[in-house]
């Protein structure tokens, strides 16, 4: 029974994964799709691009790559931090800016719901003695509050022509820090030497395959939303000051 339960639960992290890159994907088709002036290939190359990076890291997880905790840093830190970095440069650098100036602000606040079905599985993982407790909601691990607020926060924030940006950007923020604190605590309990969390199991699950995905391809999801979200906000504030301004000047 234990076995079954944990290969359903194997599962659910690549069905859950799917899913979200499915509904990235149709986000960005959509929005590519009603401008003509965007990349029609846009959602195509997100595709191409996150299909790599699926190959590469389920590749070194079944290898036996990222289980090494030897060294320092982790191996398994490259998973999360190469796309952190990459999506950080691609967003500062404005790559991003037409295709966030038509998608809908909602949106990206909404796909964090995924972080509810997230912190159900890491919790089963825990109820298996399969992952410490303190990565769990019954721990350390607040992360599931963004995916219960997602909905509500999004509606409230941009529902019926509302535009709050100062609460989407505290939102945002609280929902990095959130985030910060379940990967600090996900590193500091893995056997590393640097191991601060001493209790049974240490976490080392995440590192084989298909639990790789969390740190591969969740929690750079995850942070690449809140991020996007923040620039997206900023872009339209600036737009919507800009636009007062020229109103003025016309008017003046």
């Known amino acids: 029974m234990k076995t079954s339960f944990f290969t359903t639960t194997a599962d659910y992290f690549v069905v859950l994964s799917v899913i979200c890159l499915g509904l990235v994907t149709w986000a960005i088709a959509k929005t590519v799709k009603s401008n003509t002036h965007l990349n029609p290939r846009g959602h195509w190359r997100f595709l191409f691009v996150i299909s790599i990076w699926i190959t590469i890291i389920s590749s070194l997880a079944l290898s036996g790559f990222f289980s090494d905790f030897s060294t320092l840093p982790p191996r398994l830190l490259m998973a999360p931090l ?88 505290a939102w ?29 199991p240490a976490n080392e699950i995440v590192a084989t395959f298909p639990f790789v995905l969390l740190p591969g391809i969740l929690v750079p999801l995850a942070f690449s939303l809140h991020v996007l979200s923040l620039r997206q906000v900023f872009l339209l504030k600036k737009e919507g000051a800009a636009s007062r301004l020229q109103n003025h000047l016309a008017k003046g």
Do not use: H
């Open 172 to 200: 945002n923020i609280g929902g990095l820090l959130l985030l910060l604190n379940i990967v600090t605590i996900a590193v500091l309990s893995m056997p590393t030497p640097f191991r601060v969390f001493m209790n049974d």
């Open 82 to 169: 190469i796309p952190i970095i990459s999506i950080t440069l691609v967003t500062l650098f404005g790559k991003l800016d037409n295709l966030l100036k038509q998608v809908p602000p909602s949106w990206i606040m909404y796909l964090q719901t995924f972080r509810l079905p997230v912190e159900i599985l890491l919790w089963i993982l825990f109820v298996q003695k399969l992952l410490p407790a303190q990565m769990t909601f019954e721990g350390r691990n607040w992360d599931i509050l963004v995916g219960l607020t997602a909905i509500p926060a999004s509606f409230f924030c941009f529902g019926q022509n509302r535009f709050k940006t100062s609460f989407a950007i």
